[in-house]
C-alpha cells in the first residue's frame, strides 16, 4: 500500500484501526512528514481520553508516542512529557519503557524539561523516576553533558525530603552512569538499603552496597540496556510474537461469565496483572524492584 497518497487525516485514522499491528511502511510515512504530522499525534498523546478508550483505538497513544520519538524534533518534547504523565496515570508501560531511549535519542533539547519534570514533586514517583532515566541516556550518549546531568541527578538522591522511591531511582541511575565521585554517598545508601531488607524481607530495594562495588568495578551499570530500538515494535517478527502471545493469553484464562464475549488482542494492556510491572516485586524472589532487577532479561 501506498502510504504517500494517504492525506494527514487518514494516516492518522490508522492510528486507531489498526490496533497492534501498524505496518512499519505507515510509520516511516508519518517519520517523512515530519513535523507537518506533530499537531495529530500531539492531539493524541495529550487528550486523557484517548488513553482510556477501548480497543482497537486504544492502542493509537502508544502508536503516537513512538512515531513523536522517531521524528524526535525539539517540537515533539512537549507532547512526549504529556504522554510520561499519562502513560504513568494509565499504567502503559508500552509508552513508560520506550520513553528514557526516546529522550536520549531526541538529546539536549530535552535536558531542561526532564530536570524541571524530575524536580516537580507533584508528579508521581514513577514519572520523576523516568525523566531521570531520560536524563541518564542523554548523558551517556552524550559525554559532554554527564557532569552536568549526574551533579543534578545526585542532588535529588542527596535530598532526604524526596520520596525514598524516587532517590532509589536517582542512585541506580548513578550507578548506571558510573559516577566515582559518588561512590561513598551509594554504598552508605545500600547500606542502608540493606539493613531495611534485612529487617523487613518485603522491603523493596533497589540496590545494596555490594552491587555499589560491582558497579564501580565495572565503570558503572551500562544505560545501554535502556538504550532501546522502540521502533523494533513494528517489525514483523514482532507483531507475530504479540499475536501468538495474544493468544497464548486468551487460551490460559479462565471462562468469561458472558460466553458471547469476543476478547480481542488488544485488550491485552489493560490487563496489567497480567504483567509484573516496573514497581512490583521481581519474580525471581530477589527482593528487588522489577525494574532494577530482571526486566529486560
Not at 502510504?3 to 501498524?22: A, G, I, N, V
Not at 486504544?58 to 513512538?66: D, E, N, Q, S
Not at 512537549?78 to 504522554?83: E, K, T, Y
Not at 548513578?174 to 534485612?198: I, S, T, V
Amino acid at each position: 500500500m501506498d502510504y504517500q497518497e494517504f492525506p494527514e487525516d487518514e494516516l492518522t485514522e490508522l492510528l486507531l484501526t489498526e490496533e497492534d499491528r501498524l505496518p512499519r511502511a505507515a510509520v516511516d510515512e508519518f517519520i517523512r512528514r515530519g513535523d507537518k504530522m506533530i499537531p495529530f499525534l500531539e492531539e493524541i498523546v495529550s487528550d486523557q481520553f484517548h488513553w482510556t478508550r477501548d480497543v482497537p483505538k486504544w492502542w493509537a497513544v502508544v502508536h503516537a508516542a513512538f512515531i513523536l520519538g522517531a521524528i524526535g524534533t525539539k517540537t515533539t518534547i512537549i507532547p512526549l512529557l504529556r504522554a510520561l504523565r499519562w502513560a504513568d496515570a494509565f499504567d502503559c508501560d508500552w509508552v513508560t519503557e520506550a520513553l528514557p531511549a526516546i529522550f536520549g535519542r531526541i538529546g539536549s533539547a530535552a535536558i531542561l524539561p526532564l530536570k524541571t519534570m524530575a524536580v516537580d514533586r507533584t508528579n508521581g514517583c514513577y514519572t520523576r523516576s523516568i525523566a531521570m532515566e531520560g536524563l541518564g541516556l542523554i548523558a551517556w550518549r552524550n559525554p559532554g553533558t554527564k557532569e552536568e546531568i549526574s551533579a543534578f541527578i545526585y542532588s535529588i538522591f542527596s535530598d532526604k525530603n524526596n520520596d525514598l522511591d524516587v532517590r532509589q531511582s536517582a542512585g541506580s541511575t548513578l550507578l548506571d552512569l558510573g559516577c566515582p565521585q559518588y561512590r561513598e554517598p551509594l554504598l552508605a545508601f545500600g547500606r542502608q538499603e540493606k539493613e531495611l531488607k534485612r529487617q523487613n524481607k518485603f522491603y523493596l530495594a533497589h540496590f545494596f552496597d555490594d552491587d555499589v562495588e560491582k558497579a564501580f568495578k565495572a565503570g558503572g551499570k551500562n544505560m545501554k540496556d535502556f538504550d532501546r530500538d522502540w521502533l523494533s515494535f513494528y517489525d514483523e517478527d514482532e507483531i507475530r510474537k504479540r499475536q501468538k502471545r495474544w493468544e497464548e493469553e486468551k487460551e490460559s484464562e479462565p471462562e468469561e461469565e458472558d460466553p458471547g464475549r469476543l476478547i480481542t488482542s488488544g485488550e491485552r494492556p489493560y490487563v496489567r496483572q497480567t504483567f509484573t510491572g516496573r514497581n512490583d516485586p521481581c519474580p525471581c524472589g530477589s527482593g528487588k524492584k522489577y525494574k532494577k532487577c530482571c526486566l529486560g532479561k
